[in-house]
Structure formats: structure tokens, C-alpha cells
Nanobody, 119 residues
Framework: QVQLVESGGGLVQAGGSLRLSCAAS????????MGWFRQAPGKEREFVAV????????SYSDSVKGRFTISRDNAKNTVYLQMNSLKPEDTAVYYC????????????WGQGTQVTVSS
């Protein structure tokens, strides 16, 4: 059974930082691209960042580029999202998702972790 468990969310003031973690089990982590998505109240889920299976390529949405950094540790089956210079508009539930190598769709996702940025 595949499980993705996010952690590290919380309440932070604008300009602050948080580091999210997503621990994966039940899948061959090193054969999955890993993405972070977020969903704010009343809005659709949106892409934040992705890192490919071997960690050699990353991509970010324009809204977080230069502020967020995605990384992974395949030995620990964990993907991270370092979030700096947080803004109130970053407030959302953050989800990690797994996309098997070579496939176009994400197959697994976690329950999410709440990030709230106060102004």
C-alpha cells in the first residue's frame, strides 16, 4: 500500500520560512518523480514544484520560483520543499504526489499539510 505522509506545515509570518517533508512508503521511491501541489480555499489545486526520479532536474511554478527549493533523498524515501520569503498568498494545503518514471500522470498523493502565512 502506497503512503505519502507530509509534515512540516504550520503558521508563519510573512517573510518567514518553512520546510515541508514528504515520507514515502510502499513504492520504489527512486523510480518516481515527486511533485508538490497546493490548494487554497476556494481555488483549484495548483502545481508548485517537481523533481525527477534521480534528482537531476527540477521545475517550479512562476509564483514560487526563486523562493522555494525542492529536493529529495532517495536513501530516505523523502522529498522536501524549502519555502523561503513566504507570502500570505502561499497559504494553502500542500500535497506531495508521486509520478512513476516515464508516465504523464501522478498516481499517488498524500493527505496534505496546512501552511498558513500571516501578514
Amino acid at each position: 500500500q502506497v503512503q505519502l505522509v507530509e509534515s512540516g506545515g504550520g503558521l508563519v509570518q510573512a517573510g518567514g520560512s518553512l520546510r515541508l517533508s514528504c515520507a514515502a512508503s510502499g513504492l520504489t521511491f527512486s523510480r518516481n518523480d515527486m511533485g508538490w501541489f497546493r490548494q487554497a480555499p476556494g481555488k483549484e489545486r495548483e502545481f508548485v514544484a517537481v523533481i525527477i526520479w534521480n534528482g537531476l532536474s527540477m521545475s517550479y511554478s512562476d509564483s514560487v520560483k526563486g523562493r522555494f527549493t525542492i529536493s529529495r533523498d532517495n536513501a530516505k524515501n523523502t522529498v522536501y520543499l524549502q519555502m523561503n520569503s513566504l507570502k500570505p498568498e502561499d497559504t494553502a494545503v500542500y500535497y506531495c504526489e508521486a509520478r512513476p518514471k516515464g508516465e504523464s500522470s501522478y498516481a499517488y498523493w498524500g493527505q496534505g499539510t496546512q501552511v498558513t502565512v500571516s501578514s
